[in-house]
């Protein structure tokens, strides 16, 4: 029992020095940004390099968050349905009004709020992945052009208002076509800033929507969307 305590001892030191030093590697401050024209311009070429047009239109879009939250979202009817282990919502994602379900449960009126409140948090972090390109002039953020770390030129968005965590701030990374290659995100739930997610493997909604259906950081962890129509 004391051999297994101590190993379990040295694997969490471990843990925790492998942690600290990937913050000191990794670690980086937000850089500052020059807010403007050139910036609004090159939201809107990213915007353009993704159809934003198609995605206003698009009416209805389901898919698999990392194989774990299935959503179908009515864009129409302001109404997303969120499902997770024996959990179903459908909720309106602007107003937070919905019904829950537990296959098997009788769920009292605290706990049907209690999971309304969590799939919309599971949606305004699920649907970034999905969307976020589209929301660079959404009400309360700010758009800068930034020079990044390595010398790369970036559009900073900083979401002053609005969804779970107001304050963060992305920097996206675009190609050659306007597209975002990658996104380098300061945010709330991540404490090392800079974290770089590639936005690739780009499929296409019937609406003529490009998606990315992958993101991966550091060469391991992969936020994926699967099951995408």
Not at 85 to 90: A, G, H, K, S
Not at 112 to 127: C, G, P, R, V
Request: aromatic share 10%; glycine share 8%; with cysteine.
């Amino acid at each position: 029992m004391k051999k297994t305590l101590r190993i379990l001892g040295i694997v969490f030191i471990l843990l925790i020095a492998g942690l600290f030093t990937l913050y000191l590697v990794k670690n980086e401050s937000l850089p500052e940004g020059e807010s403007g024209p050139e910036a609004d311009a090159m939201a809107r070429d990213m915007l353009a390099a993704m159809n934003h047009t198609a995605w206003q239109n698009t009416k209805n879009v389901s898919w698999t968050f990392r194989g774990a939250h299935d959503y179908t979202w009515d864009r129409e009817a302001h109404r997303v349905t969120v499902s997770w282990d024996d959990n179903t919502v459908t909720l309106n994602p602007e107003t937070m009004e919905g019904l829950a379900a537990t296959e098997g449960k009788a769920l009292t009126p605290e706990e049907e709020q209690t999971l309304i409140k969590t799939a919309w948090d599971f949606f305004n972090n699920d649907s970034f992945w999905l969307a976020a390109p589209f929301k660079v002039f959404d009400p309360g953020t700010e758009r800068s052009i930034v020079t990044c770390s390595d010398g790369r030129k970036g559009l900073k968005i900083t979401y002053t208002s609005g969804g779970t965590t107001p304050g963060d701030s992305y920097v996206w990374i675009l190609g050659d076509d306007n597209r975002p290659v990658a996104c380098k995100m300061w945010v709330s739930i991540i404490p090392i800033g800079g974290i770089e997610f590639t936005w690739e493997n780009f499929q296409q909604l019937p609406s003529g929507v490009p998606v990315a259906t992958e993101h991966i950081a550091l060469g391991l962890l992969n936020v994926d969307l699967s099951n995408l129509k």
